[in-house]
């Protein structure tokens, strides 16, 4: 049983995969801007705290799980060229059949997010300059599923208790294998 001391766990921005697609294409982005290239925000929250005038306490739950995905690439991404021609085609056929799915993996991790139905909120602010620039696409999700995990081993004890909480997670993070 190794202590968490000794557990390194390691993070590579080179490994995290984006892909989206429908029944017309699959497109597995490139091009992501340095520093935050990612990020997800969940629209309304799961749960919110009520308190009554009398100190009672209730809170309300929520199913939805609709999201915003920011995602930041640079001006020489070809992936910026998908993304403006299924915008051009969302606007056009304003049907929905121009939505796409999309799956975020961070492979040297376990965090994973993805949802069969999103789509582009609007193009992204342009800026030119004498420097290369950045692409903050704004990508709206339907329900999305997120699994936030780590980048590391498990001890025992924390795979014992994720796998008793009803998380499997791939044998490769098993401290034991």
């Given amino acids: 049983m190794a202590p968490v001391s000794n557990i390194l766990g390691t993070y590579s921005p080179e490994s995290v995969v984006i892909t989206i697609g429908n029944d017309k294409f699959s497109h597995v982005l490139s091009g992501y801007a340095d ?5 997800i925000t969940r629209l309304v929250d799961h749960a919110t705290l009520y308190n009554g005038a009398d100190a009672t306490n209730a809170r ?5 799980k609709n999201c915003d995905i920011t995602l930041t690439l640079h001006q020489a991404s070809e992936s910026n060229d998908v993304l403006s021609q299924l ?3 969302d606007e056009q056929s304003r049907d929905g059949s121009d939505c796409f799915s999309i799956t975020i993996k961070d492979t ?4 994973v997010a993805s949802t069969p139905v999103a789509f582009i ?3 992204p602010d342009i800026d030119l300059g004498t420097e290369i620039a ?9 329900n999305l599923t997120i699994h936030a995990g780590g980048n590391g081993k498990f001890t025992d004890s924390t795979y014992a208790e994720v796998t008793t909480l009803g998380y499997t997670p791939d044998a490769f993070w ?3 294998p």
């Fill in 35 to 39: 520093g935050t290239f990612i990020s």
């Fill in 87 to 89: 915008l051009a085609l």
């Fill in 134 to 142: 950045e692409r903050a696409w704004v990508m709206r999700a339907i």
């Fill in 174 to 176: 098993n401290p034991n």
């Fill in 108 to 111: 040297s991790g376990r965090t």
């Fill in 121 to 123: 909120g609007t193009s």
């Fill in 60 to 64: 309300v739950v929520r199913a939805v």
